[in-house]
């Protein structure tokens, strides 16, 4: 069935490296991904999305990769800032005939120290 | 724009009580879906409506319920609160046709039983 986890729970880094946050799924026929953010006192934020037809897609400072062979992907985020600090969820859409509901993993929280 | 809205922001109810919590959609979409997210984990899906009919549903008890009005806002009504009732309830809002992975979240409302 659908699963989607992340492969650490926590992250630190310091202001202006680069991020790489990962995410692991089961499903081989899953065909849409969504990253998104959540801070703290907040709901998740849209972050960037994937379609199993792309490698790789692009936002403003951030990346996602698709690896449909090992069924991974992970969120990429260039020149990390301190508002970055946030858990970030990768989520995938179970969509049945009559609804659709977003399957969470449990998410990576990242520090950015300056 | 306004994004999804939710109210009230916090409650605190007692075990046994009834609480009912609010949710407007983004103007134009008509599809609301409920979130519940227990402190360190990722949200878990509870109901999803749209055209005012539940269209798909979680493994929640029927404890849980919800209504999605002709203005597309909907409520959730938890019935007999338990202690681990306590989260925060999320509302996300999809736009208006099928699939709906792309879903947009709300601040949430911080529910305590104590």
């Known amino acids: 069935g659908e699963s989607v986890g992340l492969h650490l729970p926590t992250l630190s880094v310091q202001e202006g490296d680069n991020s790489i946050i990962n995410c692991a799924y089961s499903n081989s026929a899953s065909d849409y991904f969504i990253w998104y953010k959540q801070e703290s006192g907040k709901g998740p934020q849209f972050i960037i999305d994937?379609?199993?037809?792309?490698d790789k897609r692009q936002g403003q400072r951030v990346t996602v990769l698709l690896n449909k062979t090992v069924k991974h992907l992970s969120l990429q985020i260039a020149a990390t800032q301190p508002g970055d600090s946030a858990v970030y969820f990768c989520a995938e859409p179970a969509t049945h005939q009559a609804g659709t509901a977003l399957i969470f993993g449990k998410g990576t929280t990242l520090s950015v120290s300056s | 724009d306004a994004g999804v809205t939710q109210s009230p922001t916090h409650l605190i109810k007692t075990r046994g009580q009834h609480v009912t919590l609010r949710c407007s959609p983004i103007?134009?979409?008509?599809?609301v879906s409920w979130y519940q997210q227990v402190l360190g984990q990722g949200p878990q899906f509870i109901f999803q409506y749209y055209e005012e009919e539940e269209r798909q549903r979680g493994n929640f008890p029927d404890r849980f319920s919800g209504h999605q009005f002709p203005n597309y806002s909907s409520e959730l009504n938890v019935n007999a609160l338990l202690l681990g009732d306590s989260a925060l309830y999320l509302c996300a809002s999809s736009p208006s046709s099928p699939p709906w992975g792309e879903q947009y979240f709300g601040p949430g409302t911080r529910l305590t039983v104590t």
């Open positions: 994937i379609r199993s037809n792309m």
């Open positions: 103007s134009g979409h008509k599809s």
